[in-house]
């Protein structure tokens, strides 16, 4: 096994990751609001990479047009979805959890339907450039180690999006009052804040990211589907519980820890066990830290 | 005659879960300058009645009415955190403080959502430190590890952040050693006398209660029983009745 190969799936880990990363931050976001896990985040990160599409469709055939479209689409999915599935639930967590799923099949099947179950190219914002990080590209058979523009911009977005999301919660007044809301609605009433919207913003803000997650997931791989939502967010869920829910920065961590597990169990030529080394690796942390590495203990009695 | 007119005006209030009727008919004053106590039996309606004037449930039917010293607002059908920018502070009893905030942040939260100044804000919190000393010296600790006593006075310097004109207390003294809970009510107390803030307190400890109280109303299942002076309330046979059952 070469080193610069294992480097460079490291390095690939390291960008999937940032995805798991971006999507596991959303989730947590409506968990510390509404205490609640939102099974419909899957369809705003499907609708999010559609919205690409969509625009490609209908002749706007730009790139960062097509983001635009995606994200806005995924933003009006988050408002849709705390309207249809989760006010009407009125704080039941289980009702809230079922109308999630429900929703997201719901709109997955209608994508399915309309794409007819196919999977579908994705466009790309740029060509791939390879730049040489280690070695000489001129020597055959040497250590060489490269990464793309593409990486790296993943990588790049995902921090500052997690960077972005603690600033966020810890210095706007919009940020505290969602923290206020998660941790006591009534205090949060008693000291002026608006619940109701709190929660709207939430989601909205919850499914803009998934949108996002979603483009960066189809620049990665070159392809989308109907059911890409719900494939990344049991990924998602994964990357907070063993984060710890209720803790962002712990998100970042986990999510490119889990992208280079994964991207290595791949490359070393062993990806069936890929979700395996996953999926036990969150059974461990859950049997000797079921708060997770990064979260608070005690907070796990908190819910059901 | 402005000075009769009471800031607090409950009318005729109904309070219900589903078919289980909690309160009715319920009505009761909060006169400038007052504390008063709202005592009676576990299972009585009290902090049914109080959470009803909060507007933390919305099951209830009946007229409240605030008067913050220039108008009178309808306070009954209105939400609780807007109830906050008219300068009443509800302080609950299920949830008291922000276990995950530390006392500085938890403070910080009475006054950051009505305030667009935040140098007021601080200006505030610094004056509630002076008032609170051992806030003062707990502010970067998280609220959960605060003590039973220490979470109480926060929840009251939390309350005080939005300037009340008119506080709402439910059970403050719940869970208190007496020690603390004598130096709870000395501290409602000064605030009345030093801030001028009414306050309608639901209290268990009824001797407490009415040792700071100037008027108490005492519930029997679900309505107003009788009331009066703290101190004719005191001495009254119809408060042991109540409490004994007869």
């Known amino acids: 096994m070469q080193f610069g190969f294992l480097v460079e799936q490291v390095l690939i880990g390291i960008a999937t990751g940032a995805i798991y990363a971006i999507i596991a931050v959303g989730l947590n976001l409506i968990f510390g609001t509404m205490n609640v896990l939102n099974m419909a985040h899957g369809s705003a990160i499907m609708i999010g990479s559609f919205g690409v599409l969509l625009s490609y469709y209908v002749g706007v055939e730009n790139f960062w047009i097509g983001c635009a479209v995606g994200i806005v689409l995924a933003f009006l999915t988050g408002l849709l979805v705390e309207r249809v599935a989760v006010r009407p639930m009125k704080g039941n967590w289980w009702n809230t959890k079922i109308a999630t799923i429900g929703m997201a099949f719901v709109l997955e099947n209608l994508v399915t339907v309309i794409t007819e179950g196919r999977p579908q190219l994705y466009p790309r914002p740029f060509n791939p450039v390879y730049y040489v990080v280690y070695g000489d590209i001129k020597t055959p058979g040497g250590t060489l180690i490269e990464i793309s523009n593409i990486q790296l911009m993943l990588i790049a977005l995902s921090i500052l999006m997690v960077v972005g999301m603690v600033l966020f919660l810890y210095r706007t007044a919009t940020g505290k009052a969602i923290r206020v809301v998660a941790q006591s609605p009534d205090i949060a009433r008693c000291v002026g804040i608006d619940v109701k919207r709190t929660i709207v913003v939430g989601f909205a803000v919850s499914a803009t990211l998934a949108g996002i997650a979603g483009i960066l997931n189809g620049v990665t791989f070159g392809s989308t589907y109907s059911f890409i939502g719900f494939q990344l967010i049991l990924k998602g869920i994964v990357v907070l519980i063993v984060a710890g829910i209720g803790n962002m920065r712990g998100c970042l961590w986990v999510g490119m820890l889990l992208g280079v597990i994964e991207s290595l169990s791949v490359g070393l030529g062993e990806s069936t066990y890929r979700d395996f080394i996953a999926y036990s690796g969150m059974v461990l942390v859950l049997v000797f830290r079921p708060w997770g590495l990064f979260g608070e203990e005690g907070r796990v009695q908190r819910e059901v | ?246």
């Open chain 2, 1 to 246: 005659m402005t000075d009769a007119r009471p800031i607090l005006k409950v009318t005729d209030l109904d309070v219900r879960y589903g078919a289980v009727t909690a309160a009715s008919g319920v009505s009761l004053e909060v006169r400038k300058g007052e504390i008063v106590a709202l005592l009676g039996p576990n299972g009585a309606g009290k902090t049914s009645v109080l959470k009803a004037i909060m507007g933390l449930n919305k099951q209830a039917n009946g007229v409240v009415e605030y008067f913050d010293g220039t108008k009178t607002h309808r306070i009954d059908k209105m939400e609780t955190h807007e109830m906050a920018k008219l300068g009443i502070a509800n302080i609950p009893s299920s949830e008291i403080v922000l276990p995950r905030m530390n006392v500085e942040e938890n403070l910080e939260v009475g006054g950051r959502f009505l305030y667009s100044d935040m140098s007021f804000v601080r200006k505030r919190m610094d004056e509630l430190f002076m008032r609170f000393p051992i806030l003062r010296e707990r502010r970067k600790q998280a609220a959960a590890t605060l003590s039973g006593g220490e979470q109480r006075q926060l929840a009251v310097a939390r309350g005080l952040m939005c300037e009340p004109k008119l506080m709402l207390l439910d059970e403050p003294s719940l869970g208190l050693a007496p020690i603390l809970l004598r130096d709870l009510f000395a501290t409602l107390k000064r605030i009345r006398d030093e801030f001028g803030v009414e306050m309608l307190i639901v209290e268990q400890n009824v001797n407490k209660a009415l040792e700071i109280a100037d008027r108490a109303y005492v519930m029997r299942i679900g309505s107003i029983d009788f009331h009066g002076p703290a101190k004719e309330v005191a001495a009254s046979e119809r408060l042991r009745d109540a409490y004994l059952g007869s």
